[in-house]
């Protein structure tokens, strides 16, 4: 035979069908040498690798994610020294407590496509550091009453929005008392020489503007949280005041408005003396 014979292919391996055949067989032993599915890498997250090497006997709550739906795996969750503490058929898995050691031999058996500490969650959207009113804790009708309530925080509740910042409410009355709800107030203009509230009236409308609700752990809070309330003290220690008194403190809130920003003044007052608002001095 010719050294030509030695590679001449059979007429009947240049079909089709036949060099198909004959690819197959080449392609059996390649096949062959695909890596295990144990050597494709832990089926473990890596802060439950890391937490079994170190504490192997730590219980640990665990998700197991099956890779059919046979039971046999929860049945080993038991025979591991753990137990199934929720069933999460949705993702096709369960939740289990168990040793730490114990879970990552869990994840190396038939049936378990990978197993994960069950980690601790926040909610971004629902958590604020800071200035926020918690809405929970609210037990005052009015300000939801006029829906004050609806604009103090942001839409996802992350941030304040609307509590009066940075806005200032004269308050024309018998005066601010301090108060842990009232917080420090912008400026005091007194009647005579003495700072507190001795009436309580004006301390009682300055809670209901701009209380904060510290004292109630946010059971009371007033319509505007954040307001800056000033005291523009018109009346005396038994709640009485004089319309030239009213008159005078509407003249230093107009002179100061820029001062304090003084967008809103509150006059919560009677005269005994009735007369049309066409000519009163307080209408004027």
Request: charge should be negative; include cysteine; charged fraction near 15%.
């Amino acid at each position: 035979m010719s050294d030509s014979n030695l590679f001449k292919v059979p007429r009947w391996a240049a079909s089709p069908p036949a060099r198909l055949l004959l690819f197959l067989v080449l392609l059996v032993p390649l096949i062959g040498v695909a890596p295990a599915a144990a050597e494709r890498g832990p089926r473990a997250q890596a802060a439950l690798l890391a937490l079994a090497a170190q504490q192997p006997a730590q219980r640990v709550s665990v998700i197991v994610q099956k890779s059919g739906h046979a039971d046999a795996v929860e049945g080993l969750v038991a025979r591991l020294g753990g137990h199934v503490t929720k069933d999460l058929q949705i993702i096709n898995a369960f939740a289990a407590e168990l040793p730490a050691g114990a879970a990552l031999e869990l994840a190396a058996a038939d049936g378990v496509r990978y197993v994960s500490l069950d980690s601790a969650l926040h909610s971004d959207s629902t958590y604020c550091t800071s200035g926020c009113v918690n809405l929970a804790a609210e037990k005052n009708v009015y300000p939801k009453a006029v829906h004050a309530s609806d604009l103090w925080n942001n839409a996802s509740n992350t941030a304040p929005y609307l509590q009066g910042q940075n806005i200032g409410v004269a308050v024309l009355d018998s005066g601010i008392s301090g108060h842990n709800d009232l917080g420090a107030n912008s400026v005091n203009r007194l009647i005579g020489t003495v700072a507190a509230d001795g009436y309580g009236h004006g301390t009682h409308v300055a809670g209901i503007i701009g209380g904060n609700g510290s004292n109630s752990a946010g059971a009371y809070v007033g319509i505007a949280p954040q307001a800056k309330l000033v005291n523009v003290q018109v009346s005396d220690a038994v709640g009485f005041a004089m319309a030239s008194d009213v008159i005078a403190g509407l003249q230093w809130v107009l002179n100061n408005k820029s001062t304090y920003n003084i967008r809103v003044a509150n006059l919560s007052l009677n005269s005994g003396t009735m007369d049309s608002y066409n000519v009163d001095p307080i209408d004027a």
